[in-house]
């Protein structure tokens, strides 16, 4: 008897560490599997209710990298009805903790958040996001399912990335290559963009994940200290990086924000005078890389820089339709990653010729580097596109086996592929 109420307070335990996952990555409380929740009234009693406060709304990663509050609103919300559909006895600390969201008011400017992912080793990588799809034109601010995918995909097959140089074409705001970082021994890795506000909010991801001490359980931690907004410059262009979002938020409908089936960036053409004052000061503002030279060193370049704290990881702008080979040779990796960079047709002549420079670079040992390339599969007519445009410029590709053990919480009902790609006839 002993045995079984102990492997049931096991199984409850897990269930609701799944539960909180799902709230920290801000799975939209539509999809998230509430199983907990789902069982009688007498499984959902106090106990059980406080400890979901306290592995979500309360808990330290929670304090520290917030999501939304309009997620943490209707997170809550959610949680009441699931009581209250299972007979629970709602207990006190729920309605508290509810009413204490209410009376928080959401700024007009709140559109970055932070979502926190879990590795499988325990490990969280929090990132700050907007919490549109589309802002300011770029595709980048926020993170993909294919980079959720690219990045269950490399843990699994770590072998391939130890002792190896990776550079990440279209990286946004960074969780595949982080995860990476963290758990596949790389030599080094390059995360490049060419979306100034991508690359500040990268640089900001970055450092604050790779912060030496970055304990989430110190409670009298004061919020947000892991920012990395120090400086008043910083503090100046985070705020009008979330005013400029706000604005885009405002010529949005509502479908837009929601169903993205290929992305097209032309729609999102600035017309308000204001974003376009805002987007320019913000262009002259970030027009060099921008980086905190506390925590990077810049090449002399100026276009490229490496953490101080990790040497291993480099911040770079590029533009896939660069021509600079002489620059790219310098950046010479083994391996090339990618991930939802195939959304677009317009975005695909630079992308295949940027793969086109990198792998056809040689090693050195008569080797050349490989690409991996995740893709949610949205309009087939841009990928058979991209196809042929590798047929034609002698780029080989090949399916490969997608991850078996995802640990992320993304959409999966659109399908996504990997590709490997070498250059010429692979050995
Ligand atoms: C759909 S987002 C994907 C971001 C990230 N890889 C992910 O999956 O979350 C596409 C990214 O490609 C970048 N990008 C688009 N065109 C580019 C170009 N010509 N040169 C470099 N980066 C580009 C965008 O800035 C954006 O960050």
Request: glycine residues 4%.
């Amino acid at each position: 008897m002993a045995t079984s109420t102990s492997q049931s307070s096991v199984v409850s335990e897990q269930i609701l560490n799944e539960l909180a996952t799902q709230f920290m990555e801000m799975v939209p409380i539509r999809k998230m599997k509430w199983r907990s929740l789902s069982f009688g009234s007498e499984q959902v009693g106090p106990d059980v209710q406080k400890k979901v406060l306290s592995l979500t709304i309360q808990s330290p990663i929670c304090q520290r990298f917030p999501p939304s509050l309009s997620y943490r609103k209707f997170f809550m919300k959610q949680l009441l009805h699931k009581l209250e559909d299972c007979d629970a006895e709602v207990c006190d600390e729920v309605y508290e903790s509810y009413a204490e969201l209410l009376q928080l008011r959401e700024e007009e400017d709140d559109t970055l958040c932070y979502k926190t992912y879990t590795l499988p080793s325990g490990q969280t990588i929090s990132l700050q996001e907007s919490v549109l799809l589309i802002s300011q034109g770029t595709t980048g601010l926020s993170t993909w399912e294919a980079a959720e995918h690219l990045a269950e995909w490399s843990c699994e097959n770590s072998h391939l990335f130890k002792n190896r140089r990776v550079l990440e074409l279209g990286c946004g705001l960074g969780l595949t290559g982080i995860t990476l970082c963290r758990e596949c021994s790389v030599q080094s890795y390059t995360f490049t963009d060419c979306h100034s506000q991508v690359l500040y909010l990268l640089s900001k991801n970055i450092e604050c994940n790779f912060q030496k001490h970055r304990n989430v359980s110190s409670t009298n931690e004061q919020k947000n200290t892991c920012n990395s907004v120090n400086s008043e410059k910083d503090i100046n262009i985070m705020r009008r990086i979330r005013r400029q979002i706000s604005l885009t938020a405002e010529t949005l409908s509502p479908d837009q924000e929601m169903e993205v089936s290929d992305i097209s960036l032309t729609a999102l053409t600035p017309t308000d005078s204001l974003r376009e004052s805002i987007e320019e000061e913000l262009s002259k503002e970030l027009a060099d890389l921008h980086l905190s030279c506390k925590k990077w060193e810049k090449e002399e370049t100026g276009i490229l820089g490496r953490l101080k704290t990790d040497d291993r990881i480099a911040v770079a702008r590029l533009n896939w339709e660069s021509k600079d080979s002489l620059l790219l040779e310098k950046w010479k990796s083994d391996i090339i990653l990618a991930a939802d960079v195939v959304y677009d047709k317009s975005v695909l002549p630079g992308l295949i010729s940027i793969l086109k420079k990198l792998l056809s670079m040689d090693l050195g040992n008569g080797e050349k580097p490989t690409a991996y390339i995740a893709s949610t599969i949205r309009n087939e007519d841009t990928r058979d596109q991209f196809f042929i445009m590798m047929n034609k410029e002698d780029l080989s590709y090949e399916l490969i086996d997608p991850p078996t053990k995802g640990f992320f919480h993304y959409e999966k009902i659109i399908p996504l592929e990997i590709l490997k790609v070498v250059m010429g006839n692979p050995k």
